[in-house]
C-alpha cells in the first residue's frame, strides 16, 4: 500500500479535484480548519472525494468563517475500489457506528444491511452510515469509500450477489472451532461476508444459507462474540486468508 501523510489534516470533499482548483470550504469545514484546529494562510491540508485520489491543497481564509481550498498537486492516485462485500444485520446506533467505521478500515466495498428474522434494530439512516464511512477515510488515509445500500431482506441480499460471489457465511452453530480450515476451501475470486444480528440466524435461515454451493459457514472460535466485535474478527479472518492482505 503506497505510504501516507500521517500528520496533514485530510478531509472529504464532493467535488471534483484537480490541479489549480479552487474549492470553497462549506460551514463546518472552515469552521474546523480556521477556529479548531486554528490553521493560518497557506497552511496545507489534503483532500480527497472518493474519485479523484488524494490532492494537497493550501488554505486561503477569508474572515474568520470562510476559506478557499486551492489545490496544489496529486499525491496519491486514485485505487480500486474494494470488491469485498459486507452483509449484516442492523444493529443499536452506537454500535453500528463502530462497526462501520472498521468495516470500512478493514476495506469493505459494499456495505449491505439485511433484515433477518432476529433483527433487533430494523430502522437505519443510510446518511448516518454515509458520514461514519467519511469519517473512517479521513482517520485512515483511505481514498475509496464504499457503497452503502439500503437494508434489504436477508434472501434478497444472498440472492443479488449471484453464485459467481463466494459467501462466507459466520454461523456460531458450526461444530469445529477453526475458521482456517473452512477459509482454505473457498475458491478465489468475488468474496463476501455475512454477520448475524445478537440473536443469531434462526435455524430456518441457516437450511437456507447452508443449502447454497456458494456459501461457506465458518465459526469464530469457541467464545461468543458480539456482532459489532465479529465483524472485525470476520473480516480479518477473511482479508489475511483468501483477501487482500496476501498481496
Known sequence: MPRYDFISQRLFVEADLA???????????????????RLKEGASI??????????????????RKKA?????????????????????????????????QKAVEMGTGVLQPVITQFT????????????HSIEAAEQCGILTLPEVRQAVPLETAVEGLGESRQLIFCDEGEESQNPLRALSNVKTGPLAVLIGPEGGFSQEERVMLRSLSH????PLGPRVLRADTAAVAALALVQATIGDWRD
Open 19 to 37: 490541479a489549480g482548483q479552487r474549492l470553497e470550504a462549506d460551514r463546518g469545514q472552515a469552521n474546523y480548519l480556521l477556529n479548531v484546529l
Open 120 to 131: 433487533h434494530s430494523r430502522t437505519l439512516k443510510v446518511d448516518r452510515m454515509k458520514a
Open 215 to 218: 456459501v461457506t459457514p465458518i
Open 46 to 63: 489534503l483532500l480527497f472525494n472518493g474519485r479523484d485520489g488524494e490532492w494537497r491543497a493550501e488554505i486561503e481564509p477569508a474572515g
Open 68 to 100: 478557499t481550498l486551492v489545490l496544489r498537486e496529486q499525491t496519491r492516485a486514485q485505487p480500486e475500489q474494494p470488491d469485498l462485500h459486507y452483509l449484516f444485520a442492523p444493529l443499536k446506533q452506537a454500535r453500528l457506528e463502530y462497526m462501520v
